[in-house]
């Protein structure tokens, strides 16, 4: 009896010191209402408001300007010499579905199937991911966790990058993605014969085209039976996305590629679609710009798609499909090694290489927002919109900028990540080297 009172005893301390500890290396958000004042306010579609006030109430942006009152009991922040920006959409990642890439029980955006678009990203987000305090410390808000794999690869999720559940983390949007059957060689590795490659993309054309031609013909039966079509997970899935109420994400790199894909979405008269990836969208900039598809470019800090191409080319990509007249968003494209938080670094060097400095900061905030139809809630710093901010030094697409304070729903989020616990730890070693 002794004996068991005493292991009791041990797990009880045990368990204890665990909670204790965990408290505190992961401290809490904090939530209420807040007065960022004497700032220079970037509100990105509204202009640069100097000395500025932002006030957040009940996690929304409830006023913004010069000379508004801070309300009653508010805590007031004070942002003198400091600028107030709205928080980065990142569209481009698997933040939350892949924790370690050398194992495959923490990798979960890559389900077996070519056709599985019911397969939501959503219920697969992990919000204790380590990445996720990694990036949002350095100002990116929002993302895109989408899945990879075969055609239909399943459905991406926008979430924000704070809360408990997948539920509280979903910033309201999905849409289906769809990896547009490759032309060219899948890298060094590929061994196929030109004719084989060639036979190849056809089929997975074929194949692709028979898949929308049957869930356009099961949207038909489901309108004329309301809602009695029958149980069949994949159709249903497609559904919103062949009545437009859901985007197509159709991920295309080659030029060939998207020039087919921008052929295919006309055949076949898809009315909501976002071209991803575009790693050769400059060579049929002019094309896409017809189409009037936006872009959300798949990360600037990347090496040319071909060796005669020059070394900056896909640094200078989407500031010529801007130029072209293409609706463009910047995302990091970081679905291996997960530097979700270089966004604003892909930003900056689409400036370095002739994309204006304004629309590129638009890139990675509005723009991103507008694509994926919650420009009403999030993207810039508006009275009644979801206070997604961070509060920084500097010029964020600067990498010596350090951010002051991030606001994701209100919450004002603690700047705690896995490498500054690691920073603080070994700063001041204790005990230290041991002295002989």
């Not at 004042?37 to 957040?56: P, S």
């Not at 194992?103 to 990203?121: C, H, K, L, V, Y």
Request: charged share 20%; with cysteine.
């Amino acid at each position: 009896m002794k004996t068991n009172q005493l292991i009791y005893g041990l797990i009880t301390a045990v368990f204890c010191a665990l909670v204790f500890h965990l408290d505190a290396q992961n401290p809490k958000g904090k939530y209420g209402t807040f007065a960022l004042t004497n700032a220079t306010v970037e509100t990105v579609t509204k202009g640069t408001i100097t000395n500025g006030t932002v006030i957040i109430t009940q996690g929304k942006i409830t006023a913004v300007g010069s000379g508004i009152p801070v309300p009653a009991g508010a805590e007031v922040i004070d942002c003198k010499g400091l600028f107030v920006y709205p928080g980065m959409i990142d569209g481009g990642t698997n933040l939350g579905l892949s924790e370690i890439g050398s194992d495959p029980r923490t990798q979960d955006f890559n389900e077996i199937g070519e056709m599985i678009p019911q397969m939501s990203a959503l219920t697969a987000v992990n919000p204790n991911a380590v990445a996720i305090p990694i990036t949002r410390v350095s100002g990116v808000t929002t993302v895109l966790a989408a899945p990879q794999g075969d055609l239909f690869a399943g459905t991406a999720a926008l979430i924000n990058l704070h809360g408990y559940t997948p539920e509280q983390m979903y910033a309201g949007f999905q849409g289906a993605v769809l990896n547009f059957p490759n032309t060219g060689r899948r890298g060094f590795f590929d061994r196929r014969t030109d004719e084989e490659i060639k036979k190849g993309a056809e089929n997975a054309q074929k194949r692709m085209s028979e898949i929308w031609d049957r869930a356009v013909q099961y949207s038909k039966i489901d309108s004329a039976t309301q809602g009695k079509a029958g149980y069949y997970p994949e159709m249903q899935a497609l559904l919103p996305v062949v009545r437009g109420e859901r985007p197509l994400l159709i991920e295309a790199n080659a030029a060939k590629d998207i020039q087919a894909a921008l052929k295919w979405v006309k055949e076949k008269k898809i009315k909501n679609v976002v071209l991803t990836g575009v790693t050769e969208g400059w060579r049929v900039a002019d094309d896409i710009a017809k189409a009037k598809i936006p872009v959300i470019v798949g990360g600037v800090l990347n090496l040319p798609s071909r060796d005669y191409d020059r070394y900056d080319q896909a640094y200078a990509n989407a500031g010529q499909l801007f130029k072209a007249g293409v609706k463009v968003a910047i995302s990091s494209g970081e679905t291996n090694n997960q530097n979700y938080r270089n966004l604003p670094y892909h930003a900056g060097f689409a400036v370095a290489y002739g994309m204006d400095k304004a629309e590129a900061l638009k890139a990675i905030t509005i723009v991103p927002a507008e694509i994926f139809g919650v420009a009403d809630k999030t993207g810039s710093i508006e009275p009644g919109k979801d206070a997604n901010l961070f509060v920084c030094d500097g010029d964020p697409f600067e990498p010596k900028t350090q951010i002051k304070q991030v606001f994701i729903n209100g919450w004002q989020i603690p700047l705690v990540s896995r490498q500054t616990q690691l920073y603080d730890e070994f700063l001041k070693r204790e005990p230290g080297v041991s002295k002989k």
